[in-house]
């Protein structure tokens, strides 16, 4: 319903009843996330991690944040920490390997991160659409439209995975399909 402020008073009102709580701190996180305020969700993230710092969710959403405000080898650690914690966690491998591949990094482990997420995780087109951009990554362009038209029938009109079928045609110098 996105009444933010509303949703903000009532967990800040819990935050005194309930300091003790690592799931308070995590909700106030998305909060803050979802209203752009990053500095105050990293906060929030951070205060539950001290908390509890094995929770994988305040772990994975403090990457997100991280992500956000560029601070990228931040972001790589707490996916590490996450995946640690969890290591069938598919959004964290996902997120880590679809995030080298983009930045053009660590295309290797990117693969293996990737293809682990696909295992656990086959029918989920956004992680096909990553094995297909560290693909298109490591020059391997057939593998990649593979990939990525396997994305599109799982999603449909993602406008992002269309952009990843395009670069990977552009690249190929096939401009018509």
Known sequence: MEKYPEAIAYFENLMKNLPESPDV???MGILYFQTNDYAKSEEMFKKGLALS????????????????????????????????????????LNYLGYTYADQGINLDEALELIKKAVSLGPDNGYVRDS??????????????????????????????????LGDVYLKMGDKIN
Request: hydrophobic share 40%; glycine share 4%.
């Open 25 to 27: 701190y995590l909700y």
């Open 53 to 92: 710092d094995k929770n994988v969710e305040l772990n994975f959403r403090l990457a997100m944040v991280y992500e956000k405000i560029r601070k990228y080898e931040e972001m790589f650690e707490q996916l590490k920490i996450t995946i640690g914690l969890d290591p069938d966690n598919v959004d964290a």
């Open 131 to 164: 094995l297909g951009w560290v693909f298109y990554k490591k020059g391997l362009f057939d593998d990649a439209v593979r990939e990525i038209k396997k994305a599109l029938d799982l999603t449909k009109d993602d406008p992002v995975i269309y952009d990843h």
